[in-house]
């Protein structure tokens, strides 16, 4: 079993940047892949941003060059850097832990960009 806790999200101006925080306990030594996932009002869920355990990356396209996913081993927590916000970056945010081919995730934080 994982526990994943989320934060960091907010309201921010378009431009302006947020850093999204998920924080991972239990069985964190079996974690594959850690990943960020969004849904917006009246959309699907769709992923973000994604690292392994190797440290490989992974991006939508909507986030390549504007976010960075990382990791800190040490404090069991990755991270989401969100800069250049707009609008269309508005959205339930999501982290998600892949262990032994099960999803585990956290409760969700709300970014809003506001034009």
Do not use: H
């Not at 941003?49 to 060059?65: E, N, P, Q, V």
């Not at 998600?96 to 956290?106: E, T």
């Amino acid at each position: 079993q994982v526990q994943l806790v989320g934060s960091g999200g907010g309201w921010v101006q378009a431009g302006g940047s947020l850093r999204l925080s998920c924080a991972a306990s239990g069985s964190i030594f079996s974690i594959y892949t850690m990943a960020w996932y969004r849904q917006a009002p009246g959309k699907q869920r769709g992923l973000v941003a994604a690292i392994t355990s190797g440290g490989r990356t992974a991006y939508a396209d909507s986030a390549k060059g504007r976010f960075t996913i990382s990791g800190d081993n040490a404090k069991n927590t990755v991270y989401l850097q969100m800069n250049s916000l707009t609008p269309e970056d508005t959205a339930v945010y999501y982290c998600k832990a892949v262990v032994a081919g099960s999803d585990y995730w956290g409760q969700g934080t709300q970014v809003t960009v506001s034009s």
